[in-house]
C-alpha cells in the first residue's frame, strides 16, 4: 500500500498498464499539475462533482473551465448536476466552523463519496482527488477517507498529496499558463462569508 508521495511515484513508474482512473476535480487550476503528472501512467476521466460550491453561477463557471482545460489535454469530463442540499446535509451542524474544522473534512468524505460510487458504477480501476494540491486541505483526512472508502467499496484509491514537491506552486503556473480562471475563495458559502469578512488565506494568497 502507498503510504507516502515518495512512494507514490516508485508505485508509478512500476505500472506496466495503463488503469483506469477517475480523477474527482474540485476546478481547473487545481487539476492541471495532477493532470500532467498522472496522465503519463492512466487513463484519467475527471469527475467534477461539487455542490459545496455557492452560488450556482460558481459551479458552472468552475465546470466551464474544468471542460475547456481538459478538451485541449483529450480527457474527458463528467459531471453531476448541481444540488447544494445535499451538501448543506452532508456538513449539517458544522457550518460555522470555519475552514480547515469538521466542516471541511465532511465536505471531503461528502465529494469522496460521491467518486468512488460513480468510479464502481462505471468499472474504473482507481479514483482518486485533486483536492490535496492545495496547501488548505488536510491530506491525512483526505487519504484516511479514501482508505475507508476503498475497503468499503472495493476499489483502489490512489494516494494523494499532489502539493508535494512544488505541486501546489506548479499548478499555479499551468494555471497561468493556460489562462484559466482562478477562484479566490475554497467553494462553499461559508467559505466566501469567511473572505469577505477577512477570514483565513484564500486560495489565492498562495500564488
Ligand atoms: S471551506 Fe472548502 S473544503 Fe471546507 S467546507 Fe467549504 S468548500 Fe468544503
New binding site residues.
Given amino acids: 500500500m502507498v503510504n507516502s508521495y515518495k512512494e507514490l511515484k516508485v508505485f508509478l513508474k512500476s505500472l506496466t498498464e495503463r488503469p483506469k482512473l477517475l480523477l474527482h476535480s474540485c476546478c481547473a487550476p487545481c487539476s492541471t499539475h495532477v493532470i500532467m503528472l498522472l496522465k503519463k501512467y492512466f487513463d484519467i476521466t475527471v469527475f467534477y462533482s461539487n455542490d ?2 455557492y452560488p450556482k453561477e460558481e459551479f458552472v463557471k468552475r465546470l466551464n473551465e474544468e471542460i475547456k482545460f481538459c478538451q485541449g489535454q483529450a480527457i474527458n469530463v463528467l459531471f453531476t448536476e448541481y444540488n447544494e442540499e445535499d451538501y448543506l446535509a452532508a ?1 449539517k451542524g458544522y457550518e460555522t466552523l470555519g ?1 480547515k474544522s469538521l ?2 473534512y465532511e ?2 468524505k461528502f465529494r469522496l463519496e460521491k467518486t468512488v460510487k460513480k468510479a464502481k458504477e462505471l468499472g474504473f480501476d482507481y479514483f482518486t482527488t485533486t483536492l490535496s494540491i492545495s496547501p488548505h ?1 488536510n491530506s491525512e483526512w483526505i487519504n484516511a477517507i479514501g482508505r475507508e472508502l476503498e475497503n468499503k467499496f472495493n476499489i483502489n484509491f490512489l494516494y494523494s498529496d499532489f502539493k508535494k514537491e512544488e505541486g501546489y506552486k506548479n499548478s499555479v503556473k499551468l494555471a497561468k499558463d493556460y489562462n484559466l480562471y482562478r477562484q479566490d475563495y ?3 458559502r ?2 466566501l462569508r469567511e473572505r469577505s469578512l477577512g477570514h483565513g488565506k484564500t486560495e489565492k494568497d498562495n500564488s
Fill in positions: 459545496n460550491i456538513i475552514e466542516r471541511c465536505c471531503y486541505k475554497c467553494g462553499c461559508y467559505s
